[in-house]
């Protein structure tokens, strides 16, 4: 079973429009991550939200963890917002390694 | 926001040699990851390092890896011999702190191509 599981796995926008990207936990987590792949590969972090919601610009991310879920929202997208984002928790056993779901492939449109 | 720094971004050998990617993690961390992504696969966990030891591995960490960090230099993980499966982006990280709130920190990969 996915432990991570994000939502859409696609999104096609328009520039402009706004983003909604989800993310639930098959367990209990402590430990939120938002990251960002571009198409060649490299990974940079978004957001590190263990719980409440946080912003950073024009991302806004929101943890339940009593709920086990996170979300993404970006607003105002632009083209090149494109690319893979990631939701990550911290694995249940305690232990400190992350565990990643399969990522929200957003393309932007102009 | 801090930076992880990873040499080299490419690396191509032969199978069966040995190959060592080197990591230089934020300065004042404590806590090291390495972290592998097959091409289209999810990001998976190798192993994490603290004190000059190694604190968990998964198993995707097979015997022919190793990893160190003498005297403070580059994080280092070790691979002898390569194998065709051992082809993919490896990734570095590491926190200040462990457990709860100690967010990590990533480099920008290594895309190892093994032949």
């Known amino acids: 079973e996915q432990q991570v599981q994000q939502s859409p796995a696609s999104l096609v926008l328009q520039e402009a429009e706004n983003a909604e990207l989800q993310c639930s936990f098959s367990i209990f987590t402590n430990q939120v991550q938002w990251f960002y792949q571009r198409p060649g590969g490299r990974l940079v972090s978004l957001l590190y939200n263990p719980s409440g919601t946080k912003q950073s610009g024009r991302l806004t991310s929101t943890t339940v963890i009593k709920e086990r879920r996170s979300s993404l929202h970006i607003s105002s997208s632009q083209i090149t917002d494109s690319g893979t984002y990631l939701c990550?928790?911290?694995?249940?056993?305690?232990?400190?390694?992350?565990?990643f779901g399969s990522g929200t492939q957003l393309t932007v449109m102009p | 926001g801090p930076k992880v720094l990873q040499i080299p971004s490419h690396q191509i050998i032969d199978m069966g040699q040995m190959v060592t990617l080197n990591c230089d993690p934020v300065?004042?961390?404590?806590?090291f990851y390495w972290y592998k992504q097959i091409l289209g696969q999810q990001m998976e966990f190798l192993v994490n390092f603290y004190n000059g030891k190694v604190m968990e591995k998964s198993k995707l960490f097979k015997d022919q890896f190793s990893v160190e960090r003498p005297d403070g230099s580059y994080f280092t993980l070790k691979i002898q011999p390569t194998a065709l499966e051992d082809s993919a982006v490896y990734f570095c990280?590491?926190?200040?702190?462990?457990?709860?709130?100690?967010?990590?920190?990533f480099g920008p990969g290594t895309r190892l191509t093994v032949l």
């Open positions: 990280a590491s926190s200040s702190d462990w457990g709860n709130y100690a967010e990590q920190f």
């Open positions: 300065s004042n961390h404590l806590y």
């Open positions: 990550a928790m911290e694995h249940p056993s305690g232990s400190w390694q992350l565990i």
